[in-house]
């Protein structure tokens, strides 16, 4: 009989995606953004390009907003210039925090539960947000990037998934993840005969995105990870 001092039998494995499923990427694009514009304001005097890029971002754009942001003020949008914005963007400490019900979710998760994360997106970006929203410290056991891999490992690869069955030791029928893109999200762990769960967060960057097709979708759909089991 195990003593009472021993970590209980791990049950199952719940893994995230990171932006928009644990937290508001639009909060990490602002303050990607707001240091783009401090950095051009203190090294070129642009004091208008960090709201002007901010205003162009919550009004719709997703595109060129470093380009046509300095266009619009009359400043080149060099190669070298845009190539240095965007080093600031990815490099600087954001300032994000949890969704308060994934910050629940993670407080009351029962024992045998693990949690991980799977993330595309550039590795020293990715790295930051992870550490900005202290996962770590909260119980998170792993953290796959899948960009460590380069490029091609981004979802809908099944590497990350691969990855983390091989590293936990369970069935595929004991993972669930959760994350909120149907365009790429779940096709790999759905092949793996893991279970899938979409939020579609009010805010969130892919809320109004649709399937393709039937075996792209999550086998549920939840607006809050107070509903996740």
């Known amino acids: 009989m195990p003593s009472s001092s021993e970590s209980p039998p791990l ?5 995230f995606d990171l932006d928009d ?9 602002v ?27 919550e009004t719709g754009a997703r595109q060129r907003i470093f ?15 845009v190539a240095r914005l965007l080093a600031v963007y990815r490099q600087h400490r954001p300032r994000i925090a949890l969704a308060p019900d994934a910050a629940r979710y993670l407080d009351r998760r029962s024992a045998g539960t693990a949690v991980a994360i799977v993330t595309d997106g550039f590795i020293d970006a990715q790295r930051r947000k992870l550490r900005a929203l ?3 410290r909260r119980g998170v056991r ?15 690869s099944r590497r990350a998934f691969n990855h983390l069955e091989a590293a936990f030791g369970l069935d595929s029928g004991r ?18 005969g893991w279970q899938t769960v979409r939020i579609v967060r009010a805010g969130g960057l892919h809320a109004e995105v ?5 075996a792209d979708e999550a086998d549920r759909v939840i607006e809050s990870l107070d509903s996740l089991d």
């Open 210 to 214: 649709r399937a393709a097709s039937a």
């Open 134 to 136: 202290d996962l770590f």
């Open 21 to 29: 499923t644990l937290y508001l990427e639009r909060d990490y694009v």
């Open 31 to 57: 303050s990607g953004l707001t240091a783009a514009g401090d950095w051009a304001r203190a090294r070129l005097g642009l004091d208008r390009l960090g709201p002007m890029m901010r205003e162009r971002f």
């Open 142 to 156: 792993q953290a796959v990037c899948t960009d460590r891999w380069g490029r091609e490992a981004w979802k809908p």
């Open 175 to 192: 993972f669930t993840y959760v994350a909120d893109n149907p365009s790429k999200d779940f096709v790999a762990p759905r092949q793996l």
């Open 11 to 15: 049950e199952r494995v719940v893994v």
């Open 67 to 81: 380009d046509d942001s300095l266009a619009a003020l009359g400043q080149p949008a060099t190669p070298a210039l």
